[in-house]
């Protein structure tokens, strides 16, 4: 329900990125290969700047995100799985009744979505495809997305393609037993519900987004990848009351369009043999008036072959939309408005370790434990919102050879 999912990991579709399977040599070919990926996320949020109460009040919410994936590999083929729930709790989406049933509000989210691969090694390209759903209280959303990898062996440049469409239901009552968990209506905070505010429920969104990478030299690799969003429908949130300036109360407004565009440039550099530098610039900017830029670093030490430290940093920067506003300090005469500090000005800084154990392991073995992956990262934001962000994931393989 609340937005700030989005920066948790487990949320969203998984992007599929991967490269030509040409690149194996024959012994893997010739193999069936399955990977399972058990992971944990915990994240923990508090800040005073609700949108469910017009940009003041607690922002505390904590999420317990479990998910399990798993991939089949045969021949040029490959079939993939995600499942995973978001446990939710919400001080601050209890305030949309203004009614503390208890000190915070439980909530869930379900989310599945399996794709299907295809390689064809003589034209060195990947194709693939896939489908999904995410469902929670407020909302139930339908994603696909179809996508090429190809790569020129001779300049060892690799390009890409991926478009995704997602269709989105924002109408509350899905797992309530008291709807018969079917959809009933928009929800809007207690005291507004006198009259519908939107003639809408539904939002599109589609992605298309491009890359090419290729190695400078030896140490240096350089990836440059654009993309375009376009949404249209209820981009508004029906719980975010907006208090204005002469004391009335409303709810969010937002155009019922919204374009992005965004341009990320990633640059990997090796050293000493033993350490990576994953380096990510990204620019934002769209029609709300956002404009943003920020800057990712992610260190890869290896201190052994099976023992890795994952050092990361990233810092973030925000030129707010025209449409926002603090509390009380809305035109009541305004045509769109909203209190969401999502959309205001602000900068972020977030840095975190992980650790990585790799044990060692060889085709010999039928079955490996591939890694071991242990996360903790704190981010901090200039108006005050703090959060722990804590994950663990377990990868392993299998291997079989055919039958002939």
Same mark, same amino acid.
């Given at each position: 329900?609340?937005?700030?999912? =989005? ?17 194996? #040599? ?26 469910? &109460? ?6 505390? =919410? ?14 040029? #083929?490959? %079939?993939?799985?995600?499942?995973? &729930? ?23 989210? &379900? ?19 896939? /489908? ?8 139930? +959303?339908?994603?696909?997305? %179809? ?28 797992? *309530? ?11 809007? !905070? ?8 939107? @003639? ?20 240096? %690799?350089?990836?440059?990848? !654009? ?14 009351? %907006?208090?204005?300036? @002469? ?20 640059? *990997? ?29 992610? &260190? ?38 909203? $209190? @969401? ?13 992980? /650790?990585?154990?790799?044990?060692? *392991? +060889? ?27 804590? $994950? ?9 050879? !055919?039958?002939?």
């Amino acid at each position: 329900m609340n937005k700030k999912l =989005l920066m948790v990991g487990s949320f969203a579709f998984m992007q599929l990125m991967a490269r030509a399977q040409a690149k194996e #040599n024959a012994q893997q070919e010739r193999l069936n290969k399955s990977e399972v990926e058990l992971v944990y996320n915990h994240y923990l949020q508090d800040g005073d700047n609700s949108a469910v &109460t017009g940009g003041v009040g607690t922002e505390r =919410l904590i999420v317990y995100g479990p998910s399990f994936s798993m991939k089949k590999s045969w021949k040029t #083929n490959a %079939i993939s799985f995600n499942l995973g &729930t978001d446990v939710i709790s919400s001080a601050s989406t209890d305030n949309i009744d203004m009614i503390m049933s208890s000190a915070s509000r439980l909530d869930a989210r &379900t989310y599945a979505f399996t794709s299907f691969e295809k390689n064809l090694p003589v034209h060195n390209m990947l194709l693939y495809g896939g /489908i999904g759903f995410s469902i929670e209280s407020d909302y139930f +959303s339908v994603g696909t997305k %179809i996508g090429l990898v190809k790569e020129d062996k001779k300049t060892l440049t690799t390009y890409s393609a991926q478009f995704q469409m997602f269709n989105d239901d924002l109408r509350w009552g899905r797992l *309530n037993s008291k709807t018969n968990n079917g959809p009933s209506n928009l929800i809007y !905070p207690e005291e507004l519900r006198f009259q519908e505010w939107y @003639d809408e429920v539904k939002r599109n969104s589609f992605n298309l987004r491009l890359g090419v990478s290729r190695p400078i030299d030896k140490k240096n %690799i350089l990836g440059f990848y !654009p993309e375009i969003t376009y949404q249209e429908g209820l981009l508004a949130t029906p719980f975010h009351r %907006i208090y204005f300036s @002469d004391g009335t109360l409303g709810v969010e407004q937002l155009p019922d369009e919204r374009w992005k565009g965004a341009l990320a440039v990633k640059w *990997n550099r090796f050293l000493l043999g033993n350490i990576i530098l994953k380096n990510v610039l990204n620019g934002y900017a769209d029609n709300f008036g956002i404009v943003a830029v920020s800057f990712e670093n992610e &260190t890869v030490i290896k201190l052994k072959p099976e023992f890795q430290l994952l050092p990361n940093i990233r810092f973030y920067t925000q030129k707010g939309s025209k449409y926002f506003d603090e509390f009380m300090q809305h035109d009541v005469n305004s045509e769109f408005y909203t $209190s @969401d500090f999502d959309l205001s000005e602000f900068q972020t800084y977030n840095a975190g370790l992980g /650790i990585k154990l790799n044990p060692h *392991n +060889s085709l010999k073995r039928k079955r490996l434990l591939n890694a071991m992956v242990i996360r903790y990262n704190f981010m901090y934001r200039s108006n005050g919102l703090k959060a722990h962000i804590f $994950s663990f994931s377990l990868q392993t393989e299998s291997y079989r050879n !055919p039958k002939k």
